[in-house]
């Protein structure tokens, strides 16, 4: 019997393995074009509304967007069989569709009347956001490695028909929203989602049953997690500590934001934030404590997404200097903005990798030392054979290699 090669695509029996590394850049380039997709739609919108809250909200769940993308394609390419990372792709790509659908449902039926293409696609994709939370627990419950006992079975079973029946009715509320004019509301959420009615009132309960179904599952999922703590120990303990830092930090701000009815803007803002901080922990508990061996994709992944969330930050804020404060034509500061994100991309990325390193991948950081001090002392060196013995030195401490030696041509 050969050897299975995990990660790749086999055709076998005329089946094609989907869950393979080709699949998850594919899907990560998707949910990242989706993620990007959103800030034209919101400038149109803007341009319509004169409203400056949907661009700094749509920032907010570019970061969010981002951690799930990343983490998610890494997880997936490294290890195609574990469902973490195709989950994490999956939350994302459901959350931000149902985002970008949004706004475009938005723009066509209340700006455009209804003209634009694709227009009944975006009031179908609206209601998708419910399907990322969904997702979300079962993130949660999964992780390390994606692997539950057989008592499980059932449970996730109807799990996961709760989940499809509460997708075909959100699809059914949609259909029925074909008659009306203006099918989405001023937020972009699906009319009749909310209060399902006539030949839709059956999704009524169902809608109830995914919301009860979702908190248990999440419940669940953190009594697993803390039982399992208690009886870790070591590596697989310190992973879960990190997982319990973003789950905390997700819970807190989801309470905030919905005991505090009346709660200014901002604070709905930090909820993608503190979710982006989910697969922030487990990015770190992989690449911290080495659970599946990919410290520098890791440390790349965190270094690109503060990157990211600085440059989008100072996007926005000099935008809204630009065209708010000194009054400047929007085209205008929409340039600035961009040129000045631009100048600051590769002084940032040194800056932020280098720390990022520090803290993560402490290997690399500390052989990219080695090898800069060893090229300030090769600046004043003369003698060969001390070049040669300082060289072998320096391989030997900054990749540790199981043999080295040097010819020097005469």
Same mark, same amino acid.
């Given at each position: ?6 990660? =790749? ?41 004169? #409203? ?9 769940? $570019? ?14 390419? @490294? ?8 989950? !994490? ?16 449902? @938005? ?13 009944? *696609? ?7 956001? #419910? ?43 949609? *259909?029925?929203?074909?008659?009306? =004019? ?7 959420? !699906? ?25 248990? !599952?999440?419940?669940?999922? &953190?009594?697993?997690? &803390? ?23 997700? &819970? $807190?701000?989801? $309470? ?22 989910? +697969?922030?922990?487990?990015? &770190?508990?992989?690449? @911290? ?6 410290? =520098?994709?890791? #440390?790349?992944?965190? #270094?690109?997404?503060?990157?990211? /969330? !600085? ?44 720390? $990022?390193?520090?803290?993560?991948? =402490? ?17 004043? /060196? ?14 030997? @401490?900054?990749?540790? +290699? ?9």
């Amino acid at each position: 019997m050969g050897e299975r090669v995990p990660g =790749r695509t086999n055709v076998a029996g005329g089946r094609v393995r989907l869950a393979s590394p080709t699949t998850a850049l594919v899907l990560g380039a998707l949910a990242l074009f989706s993620l990007f997709a959103e800030f034209p739609l919101e400038i149109a919108l803007h341009q319509f509304s004169s #409203s400056s809250s949907d661009l700094l909200q749509a920032a907010t769940w $570019v970061v969010f967007g981002l951690s799930f993308t990343a983490v998610g394609v890494v997880v997936a390419r @490294r290890e195609p069989g574990n469902p973490m990372g195709w989950l !994490l792709i999956a939350a994302t790509l459901a959350i931000q569709l149902s985002s970008d659908a949004a706004a475009y449902a @938005r723009l066509d039926y209340q700006f455009r009347h209804g003209v634009l293409p694709l227009g009944r *696609v975006a009031v179908l994709l609206s209601p998708a956001w #419910s399907y990322g939370f969904l997702i979300v627990p079962l993130i949660v419950l999964l992780f390390p490695d994606g692997r539950l006992g057989s008592r499980w079975r059932w449970p996730l079973r109807a799990y996961l028909a709760v989940f499809v029946v509460f997708v075909v009715g959100t699809l059914s509320v949609a *259909v029925a929203a074909f008659s009306l =004019r203006v099918p989405v509301d001023g937020g972009g959420n !699906l009319v009749g989602l909310s209060h399902p009615s006539g030949a839709n009132a059956w999704f009524g309960p169902v809608q109830v049953a995914g919301y009860v179904s979702f908190v248990l !599952l999440a419940i669940v999922a &953190v009594i697993y997690q &803390v039982r399992s703590y208690r009886r870790a120990s070591g590596e697989h303990r310190q992973q879960l500590k990190w997982l319990s830092s973003g789950a905390a930090a997700c &819970v $807190v701000v989801l $309470v905030i934001t919905i005991a505090w009815s009346d709660a200014p803007a901002w604070i709905g803002n930090l909820f993608p934030l503190a979710l982006a901080g989910l +697969p922030i922990a487990l990015g &770190v508990a992989i690449l @911290r404590y080495r659970l599946y061996e990919i410290d =520098r994709l890791i #440390s790349r992944t965190l #270094s690109y997404a503060i990157l990211t /969330a !600085l440059l989008v930050g100072t996007f926005i804020g000099l935008i809204a200097l630009t065209t708010n404060t000194l009054d400047i034509s929007s085209r205008v500061g929409v340039a600035a903005s961009t040129l000045a994100a631009a100048a600051l991309f590769n002084p940032l990325r040194k800056r932020i990798q280098r720390v $990022v390193d520090r803290r993560f991948n =402490r290997a690399r950081y500390d052989a990219e030392a080695t090898v800069a001090a060893f090229t300030a002392r090769l600046r004043d /060196a003369v003698e060969i054979d001390a070049i040669r013995a300082d060289l072998l030195d320096v391989v030997n @401490r900054a990749v540790q +290699p199981t043999h080295a030696s040097i010819w020097i041509k005469q």
